[in-house]
Nanobody, 112 residues
Framework: VQLQACGGGLVQAGGSLRLTCAAS????????VAWFRQAPGKEREGVSC????????TYADSVEGRFTMSRDNAKNTMYLQMINLKSEDTAVYYC??????WGQGTQVTVSS
């Protein structure tokens, strides 16, 4: 089983990025999907989660209204659309499947 995250990069404050996480080795509707992030010197933080095939996404208060998470079961892929990025969004972002399988992380850096 593998999760491959990409789409991170360097962006100015107010800018946008779209993270993608492609899964392999999982059934397309298997388990919850989530994004976590970890900034230097800080604890890992849950950003967003879709618990099941039919449920909507939930978000951390810090990203509500700016981030949108989605999953495409046909492609076995999950996304995190991030707009109006802030310097405090700078972190390594991880995709997680079924609360157990973690991708390798992709760096997001927001310059102020």
């Amino acid at each position: 089983v593998q999760l491959q995250a990409c789409g991170g990069g360097l962006v100015q404050a107010g800018g946008s990025l779209r993270l993608t996480c492609a899964a392999s080795g999982f059934a397309s509707d298997y388990g919850s999907v989530a994004w976590f992030r970890q900034a230097p010197g800080k604890e890992r933080e849950g950003v967003s989660c879709i618990r099941s095939f039919s449920s909507g996404a939930t978000y951390a208060d810090s990203v509500e209204g700016r981030f949108t998470m989605s999953r495409d079961n046909a492609k076995n892929t999950m996304y995190l659309q991030m707009i109006n990025l802030k310097s405090e969004d700078t972190a390594v972002y991880y995709c997680v499947r079924a609360q157990a399988y973690w991708g390798q992380g992709t760096q997001v850096t927001v310059s102020s």
